[in-house]
């Protein structure tokens, strides 16, 4: 079974600066996706940013990059300029990409993201 | 991105009756669609898969009995947390595959049970 790992329960960037969020995962498959979805205080789960393994190339969405190593099976997500509408919780999740779009989503436990004016 | 509705946003009901809570695809269609619950400050657990025609599918630990759920239409799944107790209040959440890679979420659905 598929495990994900966010090791830090809460951390905290000053605005404009820039904040690395932790993730690792463990598995067996070699073809996977791999997200970080945002809950702001609203709870509304919005995707902020989606890799595939096949692909080396790191995503990247404006201020949201990640850094992904598929031999350490890490996948970090890095905020630029920080705002603060970026305070929200942050979920990592799995999702094998051997049974399609209808498999299910394996979650980390989230971390608390605190931006100070 | 793709768009999930819930219904309703907030319910607050008595010990004892059933509460229906629905979600809705706007603008895709979906075979599968997921039911989470989640807990203030963590993460969302999966409770079931909803299949479109068909039974769904519980995670372990999960009363079948007690969260009902009924896919009647690929862009309707509805989940009903029947004879409702205090410890049944949490924040429900639904998902579709608004692409083929991709879970797209509802905004959820605040049941509290007195």
């Known amino acids: 079974a598929q495990t994900v790992t966010q090791s830090q329960p809460e951390m905290s960037v000053q605005e404009a600066e820039t904040v690395t969020l932790s993730c690792t995962y463990d598995t067996s498959e070699s073809d996977y996706y791999l997200f970080w979805y945002k809950q702001p205080p609203s709870r509304q789960m919005i995707l902020v940013i989606r890799q595939e393994a096949y692909k080396q190339q790191n995503a990247t969405e404006n201020r949201f990059s990640v850094n992904f190593q598929k031999a350490a099976k890490s996948f970090s997500l890095k905020i630029s300029d920080s705002q603060l509408g970026d305070a929200a919780m942050y979920f990592c999740?799995?999702?094998?990409?051997?049974?399609?779009?209808?498999?299910?989503?394996?979650f980390g436990k989230g971390i608390t993201l605190s931006v100070r004016p | 991105g793709a768009v999930v509705s819930q219904h309703p946003s907030r319910v607050i009901c008595k010990s004892g009756t059933s509460v229906k809570i629905e979600c809705r695809s706007l603008d895709f269609q979906a075979t599968t669609m997921f039911w989470y619950r989640q807990f203030p400050k963590q993460s969302l657990m999966l409770m079931a898969t909803?299949?479109?025609?068909?039974?769904?599918?519980?995670e372990q630990g999960v009363e079948k009995d007690k969260f009902l759920i009924n896919h009647a239409s690929l862009t309707l799944s509805t989940l009903t947390v029947t004879s409702a107790h205090p410890e049944d209040s949490s924040f429900y959440i639904c998902?579709?595959?608004?692409?083929?890679?991709?879970?797209?979420f509802g905004p959820g659905t605040r049941l509290t049970v007195l």
């Open positions: 998902s579709g595959p608004g692409d083929p890679d991709t879970q797209y």
């Open positions: 999740a799995y999702r094998s990409a051997f049974t399609g779009a209808n498999s299910k989503l394996t």
């Open positions: 909803s299949n479109e025609g068909s039974k769904a599918t519980y």
